[in-house]
Nanobody, 123 residues
Framework: QVQLVESGGGLVQPGGSLRLSCAASGSIFIINVMGWYRQAPGKQRELVATITSGGSTNYVDSVKGRFTISRDNTKNTVTLQMNSLKPEDTAVYYC?????????????????WGQGTQVTVSA
């Protein structure tokens, strides 16, 4: 019902920057929260940053001051600008949204995930 397509991952040196983008499409009535999560090898998936439809943001402590999340409600997109990247930021980054969708059965609210994009920070 909602498809999330991510782009922008890659390999970058420590101290460098990357910009992740995610576009949502489908039978969307409204997207409440959009966000980014990450999962490093051998670790649990963790929240990186979220943003509400009103623009309120939340970040995990380890990225505060380095990452910035933003969204365009008219295009159903969310972006994560990552600066001053560190090797410990290496992970697969997943786009997430909590959306109200329309179907023949009416409205429903659920969480949706993208396929993930690899971010590698290494010299």
């Amino acid at each position: 019902q909602v498809q999330l397509v991510e782009s922008g991952g890659g390999l970058v040196q420590p101290g460098g920057s990357l910009r992740l983008s995610c576009a949502a499409s489908g039978s969307i009535f409204i997207i409440n929260v959009m966000g980014w999560y990450r999962q490093a090898p051998g670790k649990q998936r963790e929240l990186v940053a979220t943003i509400t439809s009103g623009g309120s943001t939340n970040y995990v402590d380890s990225v505060k001051g380095r990452f910035t999340i933003s969204r365009d409600n008219t295009k159903n997109t969310v972006t994560l600008q990552m600066n001053s990247l560190k090797p410990e930021d290496t992970a697969v980054y997943y786009c997430n949204c909590n959306a109200k969708v329309i179907s023949r059965r009416g409205f429903s609210v659920d969480d949706y995930w993208g396929q993930g994009t690899q971010v590698t920070v290494s010299a």
